[in-house]
């Protein structure tokens, strides 16, 4: 399908006074916009954790009471992992050396069971790029079950989506682990976007990140502790990282305040450029709360990963500032929901608005 273009694709004054006031704080500040040693220690601390919850579950078998709550514990540090880690490294923010880059992103994401290739198509190409548009980013497409924008169709049953919409979040994981990912790989699309061409590389990549999950996460475990007991323990770590990853995606984007631009007939454009684009379409939630902040590797901070996705999040409650001034001179809005109950009650507010809506 042909994707949508943004007028003034090379960038508005506004985007431009932005890019430069934000490397400005850089150069004055004499840092680099990638990760440092604060993030390094998060990220082998985070690792540590996951590793050593693994072995002491598999290979030590503790009481049932504790290994559910070793398993809870194992899906929070899947998701911690994923959102500090795998996230910075795959857009080249977690360090200025694009081999630990590689470690931290494609690595990383390998390890726990999804694929890099797929993810990198998805997010950083697809999701960043064209943020809400109905029909190619495909964190909105989660039809029929859900209605995320008055462009698709309502059923019945979206009139309890803000009810069961719960529920179905903690699905993400399983069903991103065994089945997303390889119905991406065999249509060879994201959604109706086609992906790049793999090499025959990135096709033993993608196989041997899916057999070595496969061995590690079930195989091994089952064999080590039983069907039943493995059987639960993942169910009770997929579904909490599942939930928790839906959450924090959803807030930044599908929220009472955000934009869900139609391209113009025709010329198939959006009506802003880009940069205004992703400020309509992107929410920042409880950018007070540092252990918040800390956890969820600042995608809190939601608006400024989307408009400098090359900056570490530990940079974002600084440049945040900046972005917020900038918005304010240009009379564009900068949607922020100042605690995290008020950004869930909006996303609820807004499924709720879907489900009636004609």
């Not at 029909?135 to 309502?154: A, F, Y």
């Not at 069961?164 to 699309?189: A, G, M, N």
């Not at 976007?193 to 899916?210: E, L, Y």
């Amino acid at each position: 399908m042909a994707t949508p273009k943004f007028k003034n694709i090379q960038g508005s004054q506004f985007h431009q006074e932005l890019k430069r006031r934000v490397q400005q704080y850089f150069t004055e500040n004499k840092i680099k916009p990638t990760g440092n040693a604060s993030l390094y220690f998060k990220a082998i601390l985070l690792t540590t954790l996951y590793v050593a919850v693994y072995v002491h579950l598999v290979f030590f078998t503790p009481a049932p009471w504790w290994a559910i709550l070793e398993c809870l514990l194992m899906g929070g540090l899947t998701a911690a992992l994923g959102f500090n880690v795998m996230h910075d490294g795959s857009h080249g923010s977690f360090s200025s050396n694009p081999t630990l880059n590689r470690i931290a992103g494609n690595l990383t994401i390998n390890i726990l069971g999804a694929s890099g290739i797929m993810w990198n198509n998805k997010h950083n190409i697809i999701h960043h790029t064209y943020t809400n548009i109905d029909g190619v980013d495909d964190d909105i497409e989660i039809k029929p079950l859900l209605r995320m924008c008055k462009t698709q169709k309502k059923y019945f049953i979206h009139r309890y989506q803000h009810i069961y919409v719960w529920f179905l979040y903690t699905l993400l994981l399983i069903v991103w682990l065994f089945v997303s990912d390889y119905t991406k790989y065999f249509r060879q699309k994201v959604g109706d976007v086609p992906i790049k061409k793999m090499s025959a590389f990135d096709h033993f990549a993608f196989w041997f990140a899916k057999l070595g999950y496969a061995f590690m996460m079930i195989a091994l475990p089952i064999y080590m502790v039983g069907f039943t007991s493995w059987l639960i323990g993942f169910l009770v770590f997929t579904l909490f990282a599942g939930f928790i990853l839906s959450v924090v995606f959803q807030l930044a984007h599908t929220v009472e305040e955000t934009a869900f631009p139609v391209p113009e007939g025709d010329s198939n454009r959006i009506e802003n450029e880009w940069a205004i684009h992703q400020i309509q379409t992107t929410a920042n939630f409880a950018t007070k709360n540092k252990l918040l902040s800390w956890l969820v590797g600042g995608l809190n901070f939601q608006i400024e990963h989307h408009l400098f996705p090359k900056i570490s999040h530990i940079h974002y409650p600084q440049i945040s500032k900046i972005i917020k001034q900038t918005c304010q001179e240009f009379n564009i809005r900068y949607i922020e929901h100042r605690r995290l109950r008020h950004a869930i009650a909006s996303h609820t507010n807004y499924l709720r608005k879907m489900g009636e809506m004609d």
